[in-house]
């Protein structure tokens, strides 16, 4: 029989090029608060002449005002459509055709348009097109031998990624800040159409988007996390350049951004190329976003609907990160629910046949309490009242052993050790780390509560978050 001290060797020794890997990096990142807020993750990588940056703005759906669900994604949209001095031939002249045709737009979206006024719009249009380049911010950056070009929106952060030639850091640096202080939403309305097919495409004819739209909604409320990155068309149609300027100029403020490089880039470039521009941005903003925490669920819910396929979500609350039951709730649901080593795969879904699969992910985010949702496909042969019933069997019985614990320690460490291997993975995670936490080696700190986790530990939150009292179930029979 192998004994718990064994076990913890193997264990131990296994970890050590995952642990190594992270400390070794953390050691030489260097961390620096500017004048005007700004925070700056620097890690100076040598071994090729490129490097990795995040823009990482503390700015999600849950900072949006009543009635304008969906604005901080449409202004990541519009951030890449240029500046005051990029994406036109004549600034001035753009604002005063924009400044017309902005209300025509609107009145066309909302299909209010007369037929004069349609005319008049086709005229402006053809103006703006012979002036403006919304394709010139993107196509700059491109030119520079930026590749990984992207952007996202969460309900915590907006955050703008790239790679780039370290040679090429002097006018990256420059675009940057430029777009961070002097945006202009150039193709304001058509990007809210591309937001309306976005929202089509991944929620309103796609069952499980739906299905995850619902659960959150249910799952929170009396908090901003309830409401969907995307926002709703009745929102977005209602929104005006003039919202989104002003958005922007609450919530894209010094104090509000983390700036992360990774690659050849120096402490002396830093302060002689990078701080300068940074220096540019200021530091006015609102007041931040002040959240009501909800940490469980008050009773176990049940609610069936036809979301056109057949399947269970089920979500568990817990807190979240500093609290101690974040990382010993994530370290369980990786015994229970890793979609390969997972105790619920093993039981109702490789033996039982009750789910075609499972997976799992924490949502909606991370500056607040939060949820574990699982996602189980019911086979078609299975009563989804049968399924229920088989997941509420297990979620009572199931037990936890030194064994279960030791493997998901690991395998959440290979997932980190992953991050930390690629340049633009780490920047991401550092730059939201250092939003949430205030520096980038929080991590050390995190890492430490979950490899000293003890086995009373993970028991203990099992009966304490996963149970039948603190979960909610949406299922959906075709």
């Not at 737009?105 to 380049?133: A, M, V």
């Not at 040679?167 to 990256?172: A, H, K, M, N, V």
């Not at 988007?209 to 409401?227: A, N, Q, T």
Request: glycine share 4%; charged share 25%; aromatic share 10%.
């Amino acid at each position: 029989m192998i004994t718990r001290v064994v076990l913890f060797f193997i264990f131990s020794v296994l970890i050590s090029d995952e642990v190594s890997l992270i400390l070794g990096k953390v050691k030489q990142t260097n961390y620096f608060t500017l004048e005007n807020g700004i925070r700056v993750v620097l890690l100076n990588e040598t071994h090729s002449p490129t490097f990795a940056s995040v823009v990482a703005i503390k700015v999600g759906s849950i900072d949006e005002p009543v009635g304008k669900k969906g604005i901080s994604h449409l202004f990541e949209h519009l951030a890449f459509k240029g500046t005051k001095t990029v994406g036109t031939k004549n600034y001035d002249l753009e604002k005063s055709l924009l400044d017309r045709a902005w209300p025509l737009e609107s009145k066309l979206i909302k299909g209010k348009i007369t037929k004069k006024e349609q005319l008049d719009l086709k005229l402006l249009r053809e103006k703006l097109k012979e002036i403006s380049k919304p394709e010139e911010f993107m196509a700059n950056l491109a030119n520079l031998g930026g590749i990984d070009l992207n952007a996202y929106t969460s309900a915590d952060f907006t955050v703008y990624t790239g790679r780039y030639p370290s040679e090429s850091l002097s006018r990256w640096i420059n675009l940057e800040v430029d777009r961070l202080i002097n945006p202009v939403p150039r193709q304001f309305y058509e990007e809210v159409r591309v937001i309306f097919q976005e929202r089509s495409m991944r929620i309103d004819n796609n069952p499980l988007g739906k299905m995850y739209e619902h659960i959150i909604f249910k799952s929170f409320p009396d908090h901003p996390y309830r409401y969907p990155v995307i926002g709703y068309k009745e929102h977005l149609m209602q929104l005006t350049p003039q919202d989104l300027l002003e958005f922007h100029r609450q919530n894209y403020y010094g104090s509000n951004i983390v700036f992360v490089i990774i690659g050849n880039v120096s402490n002396d470039d830093f302060e002689k190329i990078i701080k300068p521009e940074l220096l540019k941005i200021p530091n006015t903003g609102k007041i931040p976003t002040q959240l009501n925490s909800v940490k469980r669920f008050p009773n176990f819910m049940l609610e069936k609907k036809n979301f056109g396929t057949k399947a269970i979500m089920a979500a568990f609350k817990k807190g979240v990160y500093p609290d101690p039951e974040d990382i010993c709730a994530s370290v369980v649901a990786r015994i229970l629910f890793d979609e390969r080593h997972g105790k619920l795969f093993k039981s109702l879904v490789e033996s039982k046949n009750i789910f075609t699969s499972v997976s799992y992910f924490e949502a909606p985010g991370f500056r607040d309490s939060n949820i574990i949702l699982v996602n189980l496909p019911v086979f078609q042969n299975i009563n989804s009242n049968d399924a229920i019933d088989e997941l509420l069997a297990f979620i009572e019985k199931v037990s936890i052993q030194e064994e279960d614990l030791m493997a998901a320690k690991r395998l959440i460490l290979k997932d980190i050790s992953k991050l930390f291997e690629d340049r633009l993975s780490l920047a991401t995670f550092l730059g939201e780390l250092t939003l949430l936490h205030g520096k980038p080696d929080e991590v050390i700190k995190i890492m430490i509560q979950m490899l000293s986790l003890n086995l009373d530990d993970a028991i203990n939150c099992k009966s304490q978050v996963f149970r039948k009292n603190n979960l909610l179930i949406l299922s959906s029979e075709k």
